[in-house]
């Protein structure tokens, strides 16, 4: 009986890479989502320069980072290895292959603009009518019938809530930091 056979590794195989990417892959979310901000309102700014080599598009770099959130990898140098090692990331950033540093400066001189990209991400789920906005969110499936001080919301309430939610997202910006700094370090 003979075994399964694959193809010779030396020999010349091509294939579109848009075939390793899923229909409903979420780099195919990440990809129509950052090409529809505005990025240069929310304060992602592209430096060009007449010397060296040509910078990074801000929209590319965002899409790393997207994806990378998506898929649990925090560390830059992880998502520069993801570039080389991923296909859906290969498709998404269209071959780029930035360094740990490239990418660990734009998460640095871009912190307040990644807020505002987390922001607007909801304004326009408001938009298109895929939240409400008026459910925050529902932690189970049992619900009281009680009128009571925790289940009732005012602006202070909120304007608390919406702190607690910057403070995680400086939370994991700062995670993100230490994993670079321990990779830098070694």
Not at 21 to 45: H, K, Q, T, Y
Not at 76 to 105: F, H, M, Q
Not at 137 to 151: C, G, H, T, W
């Amino acid at each position: 009986m003979d075994f399964v056979k694959d193809f010779a590794r030396d020999r010349l195989f091509i294939k579109n890479l848009e075939d390793h990417v899923a229909v409903d892959s979420w780099a195919r979310i990440v990809d129509f989502f950052v090409d529809i901000l505005p990025l240069e309102e929310l304060g992602f700014v592209d430096v060009l320069s007449d010397q060296g080599r040509p910078p990074y598009h801000s929209s590319d770099l965002l899409k790393l980072y997207m994806y990378g959130y998506r898929n649990s990898i925090r560390s830059s140098r992880k998502l520069a290895k993801a570039c080389t090692d991923s296909l859906e990331v290969i498709w998404l950033l269209n071959g780029l292959k930035p360094s740990a540093r490239k990418i660990a400066y734009f998460r640095k001189n871009n912190a307040k603009a990644f807020k505002q990209a987390f922001r607007y991400f909801v304004i326009l789920l408001k938009e298109m009518k895929a939240i409400d906005g008026r459910t925050i969110a529902i932690d189970s499936f049992k619900i009281r019938a009680q009128n009571s001080l925790k289940n009732n919301f005012n602006q202070k309430k909120i304007d608390h809530h919406l702190k607690y939610i910057d403070d995680k997202i400086s939370e994991y910006q700062n995670a993100l930091d230490e994993s670079d700094s321990e990779r830098d370090m070694r």
